[in-house]
């Protein structure tokens, strides 16, 4: 990796219906912050928030869906990689975009490069509960990890709620990634959005650049904002307020762990990668792969709550 300056846009979509005309005016108006962004901070790096594209919560069924947006690369990504051409810097994108079969519809992070191509796709493998097709919502889930060589570094890829699973990252970490992107559209809270990405930050030693989104979608949905930017000793580096903007911070793998704390005389000594207990990991290697669920009574839906327990 070498040092580079990030930027997360946290943009609004448009509250109309959704439509071929509202999606193509929100991958324009993206676009356009794009441009601004790049040339206002000199982002190589420039990371917009989840399903940017349409609005998280889309209001349609997912054959619907399916027909309003696009494959990747499609229509749905054109306007960025001529923006990510235009400001010759990498971008992120968030979009679903259409599966193979109709109604198969994927929660997608689009990896731009500074030539317009589409270097890396990844698809959320851990949809929230209301998006999940198999608790009655739109998204197909993925089944794959993306971590994607570029100029700036190895790049990794997570998405809002994927943020809750330490699995996913510690996976991303362990095959080099050195900057995990994380395109939102969180609905929780600003500190469970904060907390999850200084906590995955810390866990692997990664920088992670958080871009979540704000105003309201087709459904009426509202979103907080609170974009990030941490450091891999947790520490929160750039921090967005609730409004459209921008935020950016310096990534330099120099300085990324050269104290415990910024500022501090203090050298950082450990690894969480390199001092696992392989031993401890291996011997419960069954366990981690098998199904869980809390002892505590919570929300889930009924298909889930009906089901016998799998604890002994």
Known sequence: MRAFTAAAVQLAPS????????????????AQW??????????????LPETASTGFTPGTSPEELWDLVSEVPGAVTEPLQDAARAAGAH??????ERGADRGVVYNSAVLIGPDGAVLGTY???????????RRGGWVTPGDDVTVVDTDLGRIGMA??????????WRIQALQ?????VRPSALLRSADIAELTSRARAYDNHVYVVAANATGSDPAGVHYFGNSHVVDPTSHTIARAASHECWISARLDPQQAMASLTPGSSVPQSFDHLAERNLDVIRRYA????????????????HSLRDEPSDRP
Do not use: M
């Open 15 to 30: 509250a109309a219906p959704l439509t071929a005309e509202t999606i193509a005016e929100n991958c324009r108006r993206a």
């Open 34 to 47: 794009v441009a601004r962004c790049a040339d206002a901070t000199g982002a190589e790096l420039v990371v």
């Open 91 to 96: 971008v992120v994108w968030g979009t679903y």
């Open 123 to 133: 698809r959320k493998t851990q949809p929230f509960c209301s998006e999940d097709v």
């Open 159 to 168: 998405i809002c709620f994927d943020g809750d699973f330490p699995e996913l």
């Open 176 to 180: 080099g990634a050195e900057v995990i």
């Open 286 to 301: 069954d366990l981690l792969q098998s199904p869980g669920r809390t002892s505590f009574p919570h929300g889930a839906p």
